[in-house]
């Protein structure tokens, strides 16, 4: 489309560009943590599997091995299906910070010879320190135990310390070098509790920094795993990025705990659209309609992108903008005109819908799109029949309102 016709403010600096974006789907382990979530079936999880390696995405947490034999099951199940599928996605296990945990990832790696990822977390802000009676030391004999000891099991570790953007610099500092001289290659900041604002992210991914650059830790690099308490879970994640993480994490529909975690797929959507990233999202779409059906959990009417009024206007206004685009034959311009992500992006179009507020361009819209001829008495009719409607007409209410006018003119005729 002619740049000529968006003056965009969103324009990036390219030195701001992040060299490296990766990211993380949290959805078959922290996503099914959500209280309100019907668990899947394998057959499911394989299926949400293979559509987010077809999205490219780097790499899933597909579950806690610790948590029990039920899962060790699902996971080596699907650790095998990357493995004999030869799927690009990379598989990575959630662990707490102790060596019983830790073992179960190690016996599925030699029984499949699938690499995988170890994500250790403990918690370490001071008030979940004081809840647990821990002490920082106690944190500090767990993390190098942990990590050690999965290093030694032949497992790249990330270590995650929970609570990160509510915790203090000391602690976090002594936890994050006692981790990177274990021999973790990530370290994860943690907004567990969505507290964390665009500037709390852009602070604490900067003191991360510091500590990898401190201790000539090159190879060292950082995650940042979000959730949505204050709905700041997508810009945190892009201010994050911009910080100097260089892998993101977030489910599909943002499923999580409370309110839930980063939405990978409006993710993934930004970044797209500012430029940080080249991806086909044409089946995104399939991807949340696969996890919504999977889990129960239904996409809201009015969820962004995905969600059924996305791209769907029954206003006069908006619609006869819409539609004096789509007559210059312009899709593009049809995509932009009301819309901040073109449709098309994610495999959708733009639909125009009649109601109390349209407009007769609506009426005549809808009719010219399913080929019938929009007479003035049929558009009158309809339009009258809008009107009186308290919402927007279903398909089936203008279908019948076309056959009783038809009816009539053929008793007319017939007269």
Known sequence: MDEALIYDWNRHDPQHRPPVVMLNDETLRDGLQSPSVRAPSIEQKLEILHLLDDLGIDTADIGLPGAGAHVVRDVERLAAEIASSRLRIRANYAARTMTADIQPIADIVQRTGVPIECCCFIGSSPIRRYAEDWTVEHLLRCTEEAVGFAVRQGLSVMYVTEDTTRSDPDTLRRLFGAAIDAGATRICIADTVG??????????????????????????????????DRDMGTINSLVALEAGATRLHGTVLGLGERVGNTPIDLLLVNLVLVGWVSRDLTHLNDLVQAVSAATGEPIPDNYPVFGRDAFRTATGVHAAAVVKAFRKREPDVADAVYSGVPAR??????????????????VIYWLERRGIEADDELVDRIFRLAKRSRMVLTEQEIRHEIELVRAQSTTRLDA
């Open 195 to 228: 507290h964390a604002t665009p500037d709390g992210a852009r602070a604490i991914v900067r003191f991360a920094r510091r500590i990898i650059h401190e201790r000539a830790a090159a190879g060292v690099e950082i995650d940042w795993h979000g959730h949505r």
């Open 345 to 362: 992006l994610v495999g959708r179009t733009q639909i125009i819908e009649i109601g109390p507020l349209s407009g007769r361009s609506n």
